[in-house]
């Protein structure tokens, strides 16, 4: 059963910006600012809920998810399930200025998985991918995380992503923890990181900022009220602004949230 948090979050407000130069405290939704620096890096997170050749064909709707990956820099996906991998390149093909990554498809039952990440073309040097049986123990995840790293200019970064099993989400969360690097990293997805599935999470992740944080909503149904879906940024990366993306998504478009940062590297 899914739990709330809060009864009202109606007149709810937060503020994003860590240095506050974004001044974005609005009621609920933080829409996305275009003020940044060149040098500043979009990152975000989204759970697509279950998208395959049903959802790859309403073109309406994968426009809506493109308009949404054209307004970040790196943006990870979770929830791809299409054994045959044609749904998500529906959507690449609508992102001409973007590379794809996908990982394996993940998943200790016949339910698969698959993580994505899209990247803008020409904004680094070089990204990898590694094998996500290689960089962790998968026994200790339903799905284990994907690690990716960008090089851009000559700065690395290292990203990971993770949708966890719900019921095991507290342990998973701090494996995840537990295996991932520690500097220029950041973390993202959804990691069932709130209400009836773990808790003090934020905890977990020492040497890390918390972007999203625990009174944060991440669902779109109204009856849930949960942060779900996480980003850490490691102390050494420099976090300007963060927050969450709900305009336009319903229920039709996914059960989640974007979430999403702006880091100097
Ligand atoms: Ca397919
Ligand atoms: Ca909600």
Known sequence: MKQNKK?????????TGHFGHQNATVNFTVTTTLDSTSSDLRIASWNLQ???????????????????????????????????????????????DYDLIVSERLGTT???????????????NRVIKLSEAETTLTNLFER???????QKDNLTLFFWTEH????????????LYNVSSRLRTVITGDLNADCSYSSNVD???SGFQSAIKDNIDTTVSPNT???????????????ISSGVDSVGINTSVSDHYIVWVEVQP
């Open 50 to 96: 279950i998208y395959g050749d049903s959802k790859a064909s309403n073109d309406q709707l994968v426009e809506f998810y493109a308009s949404k990956i054209r307004q970040y820099d790196v943006f990870f996906v979770q929830e791809i399930r299409d054994a045959d991998g044609s749904a998500i390149q529906v959507l690449a093909n609508k992102l001409p």
């Open 144 to 150: 284990p995380p994907m690690e990716t790293i960008f």
């Open 7 to 15: 009864t009202d979050i109606s007149d709810r407000t937060f503020r």
């Open 225 to 239: 009220d949960c942060a779900y879906d996480r980003i850490y940024v490691s102390n050494d990366l420099k976090l």
């Open 110 to 124: 016949s339910s698969k998985e698959q993580y994505g990440v899209f990247y803008r073309k020409n904004m680094f």
């Open 203 to 205: 905890a977990i992740f």
């Open 164 to 175: 966890t099993k719900p019921e095991a989400a507290q342990n998973e969360i701090k494996q």
